[in-house]
């Protein structure tokens, strides 16, 4: 879909970006290729993309003869989907409130940079099955996804993808490749499932939250809320976890033993 075609679907449709949603369709065919490949998609696949748009990654995935669900947030962009996307599920919700009813293989998105986290933070909670994940997203944006301990960047998102697979930086997307253009440069990286990601769930998100809820602070009094101060020492001794340990400090797989003896 290049972007005379996204043109003029807007026009026709009488389509106006919403920047409360963070609207930019994508209209570079080479890119829109390069993303659908990335995905590796079998035909039996479950596939699931979030914040269709106009469709630029939706028409070509359709084409492919998997089980293919998408959900917008946008009541015209989904009426429209609706309309003229034939081998695919069109769900109009906002994604942070959708409850899948079955598990999926493949998730890809082009995720509205406002809500990135939000949006990631549920997949790798609640769609951790999922053997692989393809996203679109800010450039800037990759020092929160893939940073290291004692960092500013670092916290429950970083967590989070260290745990669920293998992470890859495939490619920047230019502002010019959007109608309407953003101010920023994109990038498209993509996750693999590994073992790991067993430890993935929406309690563990949770958890995680609690342990940066006050970053400067110990991570022992962040965890009163969940667990005794007793089994919080000794879970931290069976670890070799410091007594005046900060949360950012932390290994992700650290995190993974706390949660299991803590919570469990």
Wanted: proline fraction near 4%; charged fraction near 25%.
């Amino acid at each position: 879909m290049d972007r005379d075609r996204i043109k003029n679907i807007m026009q026709e449709q009488g389509i106006l970006p919403q920047s409360r949603f963070g609207q930019n369709f994508l209209c570079d065919e080479k890119i829109i290729q390069s993303i659908v490949e990335l995905c590796e998609i079998k035909k039996e696949d479950r596939v699931l993309e979030i914040g269709p748009g106009l469709g630029s990654l939706t028409f070509p995935l359709s084409e492919l003869g998997c089980d293919l669900t998408c959900v917008e947030i946008d009541n015209g962009l989904a009426a429209y989907l609706s309309s003229h996307v034939t081998g695919a599920e069109i769900v109009n919700c906002d994604f942070l409130k959708y409850e899948a009813a079955s598990c999926h293989d493949v998730v890809v998105s082009n995720i509205p940079y406002y809500v990135m986290t939000d949006i990631m933070k549920k997949l790798f909670g609640e769609f951790s099955d999922a053997r692989k994940m393809v996203f679109m997203v800010e450039d800037e944006a990759l020092a929160r996804i893939d940073c290291s301990p004692a960092t500013k960047q670092y916290g429950p998102l970083a967590i989070l993808c260290a745990l669920y697979g293998s992470y890859s930086f495939e490619f920047k997307v230019p502002h010019t490749a959007f109608v309407p253009q953003p101010n920023t440069t994109s990038a498209v990286i993509s996750f693999t499932r590994c073992v790991t990601s067993d430890i993935l769930s929406p309690e563990f998100v949770r958890f995680l939250n609690t342990c940066f809820s006050m970053r400067r602070k110990m991570l022992k009094k962040n965890l009163v809320s969940v667990a005794s101060s007793d089994e919080i020492t000794g879970a931290f001794g069976k670890f070799g976890i410091s007594e005046n340990v900060r949360a950012e400090e932390l290994e992700p797989a650290q995190f993974a033993g706390l949660y299991r003896e803590l919570m469990s």
